[in-house]
Structures are given as C-alpha cells and as structure tokens.
C-alpha cells in the first residue's frame, strides 16, 4: 500500500492534529457521560435507585466503563499511528488544535464495524458487490486501470477494488477516516476489538446486545497484495491525476456544490471513462443546490456524461443488527461514461 500524500506536506496540517486531539479526547468525553448519567440516576428516590438496580442497570453501566476503557484502547492506538507516520507532537496538539467532535470518533468506530468486520458484512453486501461488478465488467480482472475512490472513508470499497488487480486510490477529506483506514490496512485478521454500541442507549433489547464485542479486520490487508492500493488525503476537488473510473459511494450528497463535485469527475477521467456511482441524497446543512435523482441525471449529459445503466437498492448505514430500531435509505446507482 503506498500513501500518495500525507497530511504533514498539505496545509490541513490542522485538520489531523483535530482529529489527532479528537482521539485522545475520547476517554474524558466518555467519563464526562458517565458522570452525567450517575448524576441522573442519584435523583431517582432511593426505593427506585434500588429497584432500578435490581434489574441489572447498575451492573451494566460498570460493564460499559470496562468497555470505553476498551475502545480507547483503540483510539489512542490511531492517535499513536499519527504521532509515527505524520510527527504529530503533543506540543503541537497543546498548542494548535480544537479537537474533533466526540460524535466523530464514534462514528469512525461504528464504520470499522461496517468496513472490516463480519458484523458489516450484511450492509456491505448490499452496497459494494454493485460497484465491484460494473468495475469488473468494464476492465476485467488484473487491468491496471486506474481507479478513484473519494469519501472512502476507512477503505474497505477502495481496498476491494485493488484486489480486481486495478490501481486504486482511496482519497478522504476527514483526516480521521484518513487515520482510520490507514490503521485498519495494517492489522492482521481479528486482531482488535471494539464495543461500537456502549454510546447509545436508546433501542437496547439487553445488556449482552448493547457490550457486544465486534472483532476486526474481517481480512488481513498486511498478508494480502494490495500494492496497487494507494490512500491520500485531501480534498478531490483539488486533484490532478487521470483517472480510467472514479467509484462513488454514499459520496455525491456530501457536496456544498454538487454541480462541482460531478465537473471534478469528469475532469479527472480520461475519455471513455466510467464513473459508477451508488448511494442515496441526503443532503448536508447547507448545499447550494438540492437535486432529486431524476433532476440530476437528467443533467449529467449537460456534464459530459452518458447513463449507460441504472439500479436501484435498499440498505442501512452502519447499523446496529440487534436494536430495536432500523431506518433503510432508497439508493440510486448509474454508471456514467465520460464523453
């Protein structure tokens, strides 16, 4: 796996010392939570403290701080992984930083989940194999095309791809995705843990589903060929190579300017080039323009592109198996050749 790019030769120098801060922060964030939550509980009336401990609450809740002293096992493991490669300095995040939102770090634990453990394997098999076919049906297999992947989070789609035998680069603007897929790809096979579900307790069915462990990675990237594997880090509007097919997953929506984001794909294909996308559009707090599906293909030919095929799908997004709550986004996936 080579790394195109590293955060300490851009100017977002400060966006990994954020994220860099972010990880370290999460233990006090975790224990700042608990508190709260003992502080609530203190207020129940003394017969209801009891009753409600008789259930079992009062244990779970030790068994949660055992858990988050888990996981930070975890992150601090990332944040050490960013003090090696990229000379991150305690000085530095003293003296520069604003940490990464706590909900943040969450969530790239949840996305390990839904990445690179047999838990995802369910969400992941309904949003990649669609890509990979159109991928394998364009090229075949071992092509040495050249592929890009942006939003790709902590890398598992960019990962499979490179396993077709195409140069991949997975590109991620959050610098802790970044970190995170750079950390999964040098973990053998089940060699971490992490307790995804301990931040919500909400739609909990039992203690044992809400502790639940969650090994990963599923695979084992260091024992696997994946030196056409390539991940940078920084904004894909601003990249310059050329590429035979950009792959684009749960990505589009996150656009200010969606317009922008799709003059980029067609900029940095080379003609003939395919750009496969899949996903829904929900869109973020402040786009300047706000699409339906059909409004936006319907303009892809203004663009420089042609529709050759169209799908559609049903899938969640770095779920919890066991709640007791589910909420499934309707996806959209075309593949466009750039004319």
Not at 32 to 46: C, D, E, H, I
Not at 67 to 87: D, P, Y
Not at 133 to 162: H, M, Q, W
Not at 217 to 228: M, R
Request: glycine letters at 6%; proline letters at 4%; one cysteine or more.
């Amino acid at each position: 796996m080579r790394r195109k790019s590293t955060a300490s030769e851009t100017c977002d120098r400060k966006l990994l010392l954020d994220a860099v801060a972010g990880l370290l922060a999460y233990p006090a964030e975790m224990k700042n939570l608990a508190a709260r939550r003992r502080m609530l509980f203190s207020r129940l009336s003394p017969r209801h403290q009891r009753i409600a401990g008789s259930s079992g609450y009062s244990k779970r809740i030790r068994d949660l701080d055992r858990a988050v002293t888990r996981n930070t096992e975890i992150t601090a493991s990332i944040a050490k992984l960013a003090e090696k490669q990229f000379g991150v300095t305690r000085a530095e995040l003293l003296h520069s930083t604003r940490p990464a939102a706590h909900s943040r770090v969450v969530e790239l634990l949840k996305h390990f989940v839904r990445d690179w453990s047999d838990e995802g394997e369910r969400e992941r098999s309904v949003l990649m194999p669609p890509i990979l076919d159109c991928i394998r049906n364009e090229f075949g297999l071992r092509s040495g095309k050249r592929i890009l992947v942006p939003g790709a989070g902590v890398g598992r789609l960019a990962y499979e791809i490179s396993l077709l035998g195409c140069q991949t680069d997975a590109n991620e603007f959050s610098s802790l995705m970044h970190l995170g897929n750079l950390f999964a790809l040098e973990q053998t096979a089940n060699s971490c843990s992490v307790f995804p579900f301990v931040h919500n307790f909400s739609y909990q069915r039992s203690s044992s589903s809400q502790l639940r462990e969650i090994t990963f990675p599923d695979v084992s990237p260091p024992e696997t060929d994946h030196s056409s594997l390539s991940v940078s880090f920084g904004d894909f509007l601003a990249l310059k190579s050329k590429y035979d097919a950009v792959a684009t997953l749960f990505f589009i929506d996150t656009a200010e300017n969606v317009l922008a984001y799709i003059d980029t794909i067609h900029r940095l294909l080379a003609p003939g080039g395919i750009w496969v996308n899949y996903g829904p559009l929900k869109w973020g707090s402040a786009p300047r323009v706000e699409l339906t599906v059909e409004e936006l293909v319907s303009i892809l030919p203004e663009l420089g592109f042609v529709v050759e095929r169209r799908w559609t799908g049903d899938a969640e997004y770095v779920a919890d198996s066991e709640s007791m709550w589910h909420g499934h986004y309707g996806l959209e996936g075309w593949v466009a050749r750039r004319v």
